[in-house]
């Protein structure tokens, strides 16, 4: 059995450069949720998910109305062990971060992982 990372040379992305976010102080939107777990470190590299193209603005929704933020995101590599850890340290950021009243959906993008069967979808909250 070999030790060590599973994805010692990950593909970096630069961090895009974003104008200010303007909205209305009570109202949450993806993008609000986004700025909130784009700076989480992936477990096996000093760069954050945004970085490795984990997650994107795109792979974040939020229906206010129903109450709820679901995720989905990209390993980096398909036999990724620490989907489980990225998919719980996002979790805990937006429980964190967000009202209890809102359902929170992480999910991994469909067919990015090889044992997708095993399951990372959390959607309990």
């Given at each position: 059995m070999t030790v060590g990372m599973i994805n010692a040379n990950p593909v970096v992305h630069e961090r895009p450069e974003r104008p200010a976010h303007p909205h209305a102080a009570d109202a949450l939107d993806a993008l609000d949720v986004f700025d909130t777990v784009r700076d989480i470190k992936d477990p096996e590299h000093p760069y954050s998910l945004e970085q490795l193209s984990v997650l994107s603005e795109e792979s974040v929704s939020v229906d206010e109305k129903l109450g709820r933020i679901q995720i989905t995101f990209t390993p980096t590599v398909q036999h990724?062990?620490?989907?489980?850890?990225?998919?719980?340290?996002?979790?805990?950021?937006?429980?964190?971060?967000?009202?209890?009243?809102?359902?929170i959906d992480i999910k991994v993008a469909p067919g990015s992982l090889a044992n997708e069967e095993s399951g990372v979808d959390s959607d309990k909250s």
């Open positions: 990724c062990s620490m989907a489980t850890v990225i998919g719980l340290c996002l979790r805990l950021k937006l429980m964190q971060n967000f009202p209890p009243h809102f359902k």
